[in-house]
C-alpha cells in the first residue's frame, strides 16, 4: 500500500524489501543524497510526510559515487543537511574537513574532524497539534570545507555512524580523481 512505502521513493521497496533486511521493516528515510536531486512533497499519501519522488537512488551504491566531479588538489566546501528528528555522526574516510558554521553560525575557530554529528531539525510543530510536520522544521546544518589530497585518489566513503543507519543506506560512496 503507498501509506506503508518508503516516502522517498516507492520502487525503492522492490529492492530493498523486509526479507532483504533480515526481516525488519524499511520505512525510513535515513539516506544520503546530493543537492540537486530535491524530491517532491507528497500530495497524495501525505503532505506532512518526507520528499518523493527522487530522481537518484538515495541509497549506498558500490558501482556509482554520489559525485561525478572530485578531483584530487581540489578545495571543496559541503553544507550536510540532516532532514530528521534525529541527530546524525556523520563521518568521512580518508579526507579529514574543517568545520566552519553549525546551524548556520561560524564556530568562533574551525575545527578538523574527520566525524561530526549533524544536529537534528528542530521546531516543525504543527499548528493547534501535538504532531511535528518534518516539511515545517528548521533542519540541522553542518558547513565544513576538505581538501581532496591528490596522493590518495580512489574510491572511499561517508556514512552515518549509527550503524541501523549506515545499514539501511544512510552512505554514499565518493571517488577522488586524479
Not at 73 to 96: C, K
Not at 105 to 129: F, M, Y
Request: net charge negative; hydrophobic share 40%.
Amino acid at each position: 500500500m503507498p501509506e506503508n512505502r518508503l516516502p522517498s521513493c516507492g520502487w525503492y521497496t522492490n529492492l530493498y524489501d523486509a526479507d532483504y533486511w533480515g526481516g525488519l521493516p524499511f520505512t525510513n528515510l535515513l539516506m544520503a543524497r546530493d543537492a540537486d536531486d530535491m524530491g517532491i512533497p507528497n500530495p497524495v499519501v501525505d503532505p506532512e510526510m518526507p520528499r518523493i519522488d527522487y530522481q537518484k537512488q538515495g541509497l549506498f551504491t558500490s558501482t556509482e559515487p554520489l559525485f561525478d566531479d572530485m578531483f584530487g588538489g581540489n578545495f571543496e566546501e559541503w553544507t550536510l543537511i540532516n532532514r530528521s528528528f534525529s541527530d546524525h555522526p556523520f563521518h568521512i574516510h580518508v579526507n579529514p574537513f574543517l568545520i566552519t558554521h553549525i546551524n548556520g553560525q561560524a564556530l568562533p575557530e574551525p575545527e578538523w574532524r574527520d566525524t561530526i554529528l549533524v544536529p537534528a531539525a528542530t521546531g516543525g510543530q504543527v499548528p493547534g497539534s501535538n504532531a511535528r510536520n518534518i516539511n515545517l522544521a528548521n533542519f540541522g546544518t553542518v558547513t565544513f570545507r576538505t581538501y581532496l589530497d591528490p596522493l590518495f585518489p580512489g574510491s572511499f566513503v561517508f556514512h552515518c555512524h549509527i550503524l541501523t543507519h549506515e545499514d539501511v543506506g544512510m552512505m554514499q560512496k565518493l571517488t577522488v580523481l586524479p
